[in-house]
């Protein structure tokens, strides 16, 4: 059951269209935010390349135009990576940084003014269990998380003193689009996030879905600057 404690409060959510980002806009929709969802692709608000270097002031633009205002942003686009370094092409890790860090700072640039005027202003940041762990393959997006962290821990000092809250929610191994090619032709690798969990099940979009809107909600009022691991406690184990 969901308890519908968002209604007045507008936001942003990017990557809207698939996975997280999709389940994230349909839990905050079902509590009574109002959303404007942006995607490359899909059934969005707003279909644009957040790499852009002018999609951020048109969502924000668009969603100040909108409302008036602006209550919480949440970052969701993203893309990930699997390159051992030695075959590692530069124009693909940039490519990584762009869509996964460089926009996300774009964008929170962007709305950090609405923020602040906002009587509840919320950053959810999207990073992952690459946020704080490392591992063979993964050299671009651990880099690019443990970006997304570093710069949500940073505004949630910054903008502390204007009542603005900034969170970044790490995954583990959760069951979408962007991970179903590796997990459908390597089974076992399915099996091995599955067996890592201490709770013995990938994570769905709805598990990270469900702690965005608590972080959004009056209740995370006073948690801020914290990378929370949201991963059936798959990093717990050895
Ligand atoms: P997904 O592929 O289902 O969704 C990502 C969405 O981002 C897609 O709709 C895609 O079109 C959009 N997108 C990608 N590049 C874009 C661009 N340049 N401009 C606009 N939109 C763009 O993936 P997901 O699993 O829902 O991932 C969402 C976020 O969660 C990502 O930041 C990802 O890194 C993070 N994450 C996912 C997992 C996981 O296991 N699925 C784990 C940890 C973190």
Redesign the pocket.
């Known amino acids: 059951m969901t308890t519908p404690c968002l209604y007045g409060r507008r936001g942003i959510v ?10 994230a806009t349909r839990r905050l929709r079902a509590d009574g935010a109002e959303v404007l969802t ?5 059934d969005v608000d707003l279909l ?5 270097p002018d ?1 951020a002031r048109q969502l924000v633009e668009q969603a100040v135009a909108r409302w008036g205002g602006l209550d919480f942003v949440v ?6 990576a699997f390159c051992p370094i030695e075959g590692h092409d530069e124009a693909y890790f940039e490519r990584v940084l ?3 860090v460089t ?1 996300v700072f774009r964008l929170l640039r962007e709305a950090i003014g609405p923020l602040k005027r906002s009587t509840a202003g919320r950053i959810v940041t ?5 946020s704080a762990f490392g591992d063979a393959g993964l050299v671009a ?1 651990a880099t ?2 443990h970006a ?1 962290l570093g710069m949500t821990r940073a505004l949630a000092g910054e903008l502390g003193a204007a009542g603005v809250t900034a969170n970044c ?12 090619p590796a997990f459908t032709t390597m089974p076992e690798y399915r099996v091995h ?1 599955e067996n890592k969990a201490a709770l013995g099940r ?2 769905q ?1 709805e598990d ?1 879905a469900d702690v965005i809107a608590f972080l959004i909600s009056d209740d995370a009022r006073f948690i801020t600057g914290q990378g929370l691991l949201v991963d059936g406690g798959a990093m717990t184990r050895m």
């Open positions: 990017t990557g809207a269209a698939s996975g997280i980002g999709a389940a942006a995607d490359l692709t899909g644009l390349d957040v790499t852009d999609s970052p969701c686009a993203g893309i990930s762009a869509v996964n926009a999207i990073g992952s269990i690459a997006y690019s998380k997304v929610v790490m995954p583990g191994a959760i069951d979408t689009p962007m991970t179903a996030w990938l994570g979009p990270i």
